[in-house]
């Protein structure tokens, strides 16, 4: 969904990706860096210090988003740096939704849930593509999303409706594209 905004975006964001380059960080560098602050971030959601988990969930998302525009901008993409990347991924997710269900900011169920989500989305987003099936754009519920919902729940004090949501979406988003795969393997 956030897909359909990525133009509008890169605007904003190829500007702050050639600092980046400026300062020598390789596309991998400021990934490993973004999935730090996701680890920050999930320990502060376990010491129950949302606003300061929140900052460090937003520098997360932008640095997901500036490693591949640093990586375009350069000429470096690459097929490791794009596992890596999804590699990195699936672990923040599951780390910062750890942190908020050990920190007890939302019902462990909920939250176990919600991680079941994350990962089917993006299982079947791999497994469709492996068929030959395009699956960006398709459901609610893609990684940009998700953060924005985590971050939005967070800022407004209700992460365990956030988590009760994306428990829901999440789930919704991978049976949606389960179905689109079968419709386009027909």
């Known amino acids: 969904m ?8 890169i605007g904003i964001i190829n500007p702050i990706a050639k600092i980046f380059l400026k300062l020598k960080l390789s596309p991998n560098h400021i990934t490993i ?4 602050f996701s680890i920050i971030s999930a320990y502060m959601f376990y010491l129950n210090k949302t606003l300061i988990a929140c900052i460090f969930l937003i520098l997360a998302g932008l640095f997901d988003i500036i490693d591949g525009a640093v990586a375009r901008i350069s000429g470096k993409v690459t ?21 908020i269900i050990l920190g007890g900011l939302c019902e462990v169920s909920w939250g176990l849930f919600s991680i079941i989500g994350s990962l089917m989305v993006s299982y079947t987003r791999l497994r469709g593509e492996f068929e030959g099936v395009k699956l960006s754009s398709i459901g609610l519920m893609e990684r940009a999303e998700r953060l924005l919902l985590l971050i939005i729940f967070t800022l407004i004090n209700f992460i365990w409706l956030g988590i009760i949501l994306l428990a829901i979406l999440t ?10 795969i079968r419709r386009s393997l027909k």
Request: zero cysteines.
């Open 2 to 9: 956030l897909n359909k905004i990525r133009n509008k975006i």
């Open 33 to 36: 860096i973004g999935f730090t």
């Open 79 to 99: 097929k490791w740096g794009g596992v890596l990347d999804s590699f990195l991924d699936r672990y923040s997710d599951m780390i910062i939704l750890s942190g």
């Open 171 to 180: 789930n919704i988003t991978a049976i949606h594209r389960l179905l689109y």
